[in-house]
């Protein structure tokens, strides 16, 4: 026979043993729903998003035009000197566009200009339709933002040119 006593618990049922403890029963126990994520991150929405279909028609519309305006121009920029003559005609500025370095140039850069601005305008749309979001803006935004740019580089030479300063001063002064 051996001597061996229980020790506490071994004898006891887990209710007794949470008894003993001064735990309530199992039963009153309610379990709280577990976070998956922490409170500082935004809840995500489980329903997937649809899709707008006409955003879509309209963005890839926006973007095609785009595209046909950029190849078509960015084309014509590499011959700035017969673009800026036509435009100091158009103006009504007598003489020819003379600084043709600057034109080469600046006529360059801003044909590079319009072609990554419409390279980045139309990945950002790509992305935005993967995922679902409203689109049919970011082409008009690129599409602004681009030819700002643009302006600002057939600016340089424009103001480098003679005829045009002179027009310019004699405008002011009469």
Known sequence: MT?????YGELATPEE?????GLPPLEEIVAEPVLTAPAS?????????????VDRVVTVGLLAYGLFNVIFTAVSYLDLTRVMNESMRILGIDGEFTNYEQGKLWGSIA???L?????ITAWASIRRLRSAKITWWV?????????????MCLAVPMFGDPAFMSYVQNMGGS
Do not use: Y
């Open 3 to 7: 001597d061996q006593r229980p020790q």
């Open 17 to 21: 043993q949470r008894r003993a403890a």
């Open 41 to 53: 991150e935004p809840a995500v929405d489980a329903a997937p998003r649809r899709p707008h279909p």
């Open 111 to 113: 044909a590079v200009v």
């Open 115 to 119: 072609v990554v601005g419409w390279a």
């Open 139 to 151: 082409p008009l935004v690129g599409a602004v933002v681009t030819m700002l740019i643009t302006s």
